[in-house]
């Protein structure tokens, strides 16, 4: 067999499912493989105008991922997940096809990924029952460590209980340290349910700075409530996931910030969105490890030098969770100076 | 002795606080607080145990876990509602587990409260019993 003979061999045995859409969006080819992936035969698919296409069940991800519509560009997928059917997940990407002649269609790739979903599922659902398994422990010293401390379990001397309270405090960050990635797990399961309903940002805010009052004071940090003289309206959202997204910003403004510093939060709005910013007077995050702030475990190398803890989580949990809301993350820093850190909330 | 501390003592005294925990450890400490604090005790290592004890010991207020060997809290919880002679009784679940869906679920099935075990010290358990009991 030579090149032109071997070519479509290749294609109707190749182990991915292949589709060719011209430059109208017309369906070309379609391969054995992609239409076992489809749950469809050939007859059900060529020669079908995309209306007709994208009514089909089994089509509708698909089409909905790259963007099939009459006369306008597929969109470039550079491996978009699809779920096609209960146990088939689908990785889809396309390309453009040209030659000389210019763009003549595009080809979209399908890969099954249902092992590798299944193998990030019972990662995450190991993560999880690891944790709740540690509480158990945890809980035990905390109980232990705090009736020692409130001399429940007898006289401690002075210098025993400031090692003891040491033991506590850390076994406390152990128990943070859990619930950040139980949060974690949560929401890379998908299960990270959303409960929403009307609520107001500013008592959320102000309970928030309420809960890290000990540690405001330890610090002597100056904390600032900047918002509009009038009430602000109300947001569509989950009360308590936006509080734990603002309780991050808020966190990481005190912890990363000089004792006696300064922590200034506002609120303003517009008829699109409401935007809370969070101000410090901190350490800030060096230029070049900007761009890496909101990933999960990153912790930027100025804290590590300064020996302050910290999970890594919190940004990437407060990313997620104002992002599934349609709102947006964003911040400004500079090393030695400080960080600002801004999320915005649609409005209805 | 003031007046005022007679009357408190009074509210403590004879008041009889079920303990269904499986880990023995997390039990006896509990338990060791609340002997301090003038409470008398009982205490169950499962469900089964649980629910005879209810009957035997006639608790003012139930600690309930949620993982058990044997039934689990939430069907204890369930049969306590569904019986007359226990449905008064306030429960409040003490548990590691602490998914939204699990905290809806006990409150649901009529738990007063629910309280993540890592999350709350032994003396602000108390607060709560003292408040669920008033």
Not at chain 1, 26 to 34: I, M, R, T, W
Not at chain 1, 137 to 160: C, V, Y
Not at chain 1, 214 to 236: H, T
Not at chain 2, 45 to 59: C, N, Q, R, S, T
Request: aromatic share 6%.
């Amino acid at each position: 067999m030579d090149k032109q003979e071997i070519l479509p061999v290749i294609i109707a045995n190749f182990p991915d499912g292949i589709l060719v859409f011209d430059e109208k969006n017309n369906l070309l080819l379609v391969n054995p493989k992609a239409e076992a992936l489809l749950g469809l035969s050939t007859g059900d698919l060529t020669n079908k105008p995309i209306s007709e296409l994208k009514n089909l069940s089994v089509f509708e991800p698909l089409a909905e991922l790259i963007g099939l519509e009459a006369g306008s560009k597929i969109k470039d997928v550079f491996r978009g997940k699809i779920k096609t059917k209960e146990n088939l997940t689908l990785e889809v990407t396309t390309a453009s096809l040209n030659n000389d002649g210019g763009k003549k269609g595009t080809l979209v790739v399908l890969h099954e990924v249902t092992r590798e979903k299944m193998i990030e599922r019972m990662k995450t659902e190991f993560v999880s029952l690891s944790a709740h398994q540690l509480r158990t422990p945890l809980s035990a010293i905390k109980w232990t460590l705090r009736m020692l401390l409130d001399g429940d379990l007898g006289r401690i001397t002075k210098e025993q209980k400031s090692f003891i309270e040491k033991i506590y405090r850390s076994n406390e960050r152990m128990i943070f340290l859990i619930n950040d990635l139980l949060n974690v797990s949560r929401i890379e399961e998908g299960t990270y349910v959303y409960k929403v309903a009307l609520g107001d940002i500013e008592p959320m805010v102000e309970s928030a700075i309420g809960l890290y009052k000990e540690e405001i004071k330890r610090k002597k940090i100056k904390v600032e409530f900047k918002k509009p003289k009038e009430r602000l309206p109300q947001v569509r959202m989950d009360t308590e996931k936006i509080e734990l997204a603002f309780q991050n910003f808020l966190d990481n403004a005190i912890r990363y910030n000089h004792i006696g510093g300064k922590v200034i939060v506002s609120l303003k709005y517009d008829k699109k969105e409401i935007e809370v910013a969070v101000k410090d007077t901190g350490i800030g995050i060096p230029k070049d490890q900007q761009d890496r702030v909101f990933s999960r475990f990153f912790r930027a190398a100025n804290v590590m030098r300064e020996g302050t803890d910290g999970t890594g989580l919190g940004l990437f949990i407060t990313k997620n969770i104002i992002e599934a809301h349609g709102g947006k993350v964003w911040f400004e820093s500079e090393e030695n100076k400080g960080s600002t850190f801004y999320f915005s909330l649609p409005m209805e | 002795m003031s007046l005022v501390r007679c009357s408190l003592f009074a509210d403590i005294m004879e008041k009889t606080i079920l303990i269904i925990e499986d880990d023995k450890f997390l039990r006896e400490l509990i338990g060791q607080k609340l002997i301090k604090e003038g409470y008398k005790t009982s205490e169950a290592v499962d469900g089964e145990e649980g629910m005879k004890k209810l009957k035997e010991d006639k608790p003012d207020l139930v600690l309930l876990d949620l993982i058990l060997p044997g039934i689990d809290g939430f069907e204890v919880l369930s049969r306590m509602k569904d019986d007359p002679a226990f449905s008064k009784i306030p429960v409040i679940i003490l548990s590691n587990l602490g998914q939204k869906d699990d905290v809806e679920k006990g409150l649901k099935l009529g738990a007063v409260d629910y309280l993540i075990k890592a999350h709350f010290t032994p003396g602000e358990i108390i607060d709560k019993i003292k408040k669920a009991i008033k």
